[in-house]
């Protein structure tokens, strides 16, 4: 029965949006904290800032949710920075939530048809052959399906890189 109890557990929600004077009491009690009373700050912000940024250094931080997923538009962002290594990781991370290639694929047709034609028509051309092995590399089993769309990734970065 909570009237009896020795402790109180008090939840303050959204944290991230107290104003000035609350927080001010909120930092004093944080860092004088009561023996009888357990405090749990709820914040939907990846990072606490302002007033609040030394919080998490009072507090024991524990994160129960996810911040938003990357999606196969930003693994094309990285491709074009040149950035094979990271759009790889990223490209991991999709077959470890268990996204499958052709998924993928669908996605980076899209982003060669905006992203390549801005390329020579050669270069435009062989990234659009390198797409279609891929395809039919994954569709006949001839290549694992990851690896054929690394393969692809990393043949469509280098054709951007050598603008």
Do not use: Q
């Amino acid at each position: 029965m909570p009237v009896v109890s020795p402790k109180r557990l008090v939840v303050v929600r959204n944290v991230h949006k107290l104003k000035a004077a609350d927080i001010a009491v909120l930092m004093g009690f944080l860092k004088h904290p009561a023996d009888h009373v357990d405090v749990v700050l709820e914040s939907s912000e990846d990072a606490l800032k302002g007033d609040l940024k030394d919080a998490a250094a009072l507090c024991a931080a524990t994160v129960f949710g996810f911040g938003p997923r990357s999606n196969v538009f930003d693994m094309t962002k990285l491709m074009s920075a040149g950035r094979a290594k990271d759009a790889l990781n990223m490209l991991n991370g999709f077959y470890t939530d268990g996204t499958h290639p052709l998924a993928i694929m669908g996605g980076l047709v899209w982003y060669w048809g905006k992203e390549g034609r801005a390329l020579p028509k050669e270069k435009f051309e062989r990234g659009l052959k390198s797409l279609e092995e891929a395809d039919l590399n994954i569709k006949r089993s001839r290549l694992e399906p990851e690896y054929a769309v690394e393969k692809v990734v990393v043949e469509l970065t280098g054709l951007l890189r050598s603008r």
